[in-house]
């Protein structure tokens, strides 16, 4: 008996010290396509999967700089840049489908006060601590069902982008077009990813031809079926989405 004791006393010490399987990757849904595929002609760049964003390195679940979307999503964008090309321009998406791990990165960013290395481009007068009060971030992103798309204007042909270098000195997201960093986008009246009051769609004190450009996206997306988020004017969602309460969190890999 105390022999029979003893192996199973090493028998369960052995499954106690043995490390646990690893975790199994989501799979991506069936429904789900790369935007790339449908198509090739939208141009991508994607932020989170670099260090020119606004926590300054890559998202966590962003190994590559992809844009996975619904189906519906990705041919409402086909139809929309149908209708754009024709006029000289093309769409660039800057963030397609979110995973759930990359929403809770941006959320233990934000408790991290210390780290403020992007605010000088993405929030010089926004307060951190106020960004998910503000409507700027959030808990659950629609990004994270697969519809919601951020995405930009830029004329044909299209000029090369100056590649961002860690670092480099920042300057505000709201400042001139000639002056903030060199996107190729077209003067939409603030950089991607501005945490600012003008980065809303109407904001009143965007005039001029910056009106006229935000409007032009607009247009066209609301004509392929989407809807603006009236607080920033990249951000589109589209109309009857077919994820409305599942939140994904397979890595865009």
Request: net charge positive; with cysteine.
């Amino acid at each position: 008996m105390t022999r029979r004791l003893a192996a199973l006393t090493l028998l369960l010490a052995s499954l106690l010290a043995a490390p646990a399987p690893a975790a199994a990757t989501p799979a991506v849904p069936a429904t789900f396509v790369d935007l790339a595929a449908v198509d090739p002609t939208i141009l991508h760049d994607i932020r989170y999967a670099g260090t020119h964003n606004f926590v300054g390195r890559p998202v966590r679940g962003y190994s590559a700089p992809r844009c996975l979307l619904t189906r519906r999503t990705a041919s409402a964008l086909k139809t929309a840049q149908s209708r754009l090309r024709p006029r000289g321009y093309t769409l660039k998406v800057y963030d397609c489908y979110r995973p759930q791990r990359a929403v809770n990165d941006f959320a233990a960013w934000a408790g991290n006060a210390a780290d403020n290395r992007m605010k000088g481009e993405f929030y010089p007068r926004v307060a951190k601590s106020t960004l998910f009060a503000d409507g700027y971030l959030a808990h659950r992103s629609g990004h994270s069902r697969g519809s919601t798309v951020d995405l930009t204007l830029v004329r044909l042909p299209a000029a090369t982008e100056p590649r961002y270098v860690p670092g480099q000195a920042l300057v505000p997201c709201y400042a001139p077009h000639g002056r903030r960093f060199r996107d190729n986008s077209i003067d939409m009246g603030t950089g991607y990813d501005c945490f600012d009051p003008l980065a809303a769609t109407l904001d009143p004190r965007v005039t001029g031809v910056r009106r006229a450009n935000r409007l032009l996206l607009r247009d066209a997306m609301t004509a392929a079926g989407f809807t603006n988020y009236s607080h920033e004017w990249w951000h589109y969602t589209l109309d009857g989405e077919p994820y409305r309460s599942t939140y994904f969190d397979f890595p865009v890999a």
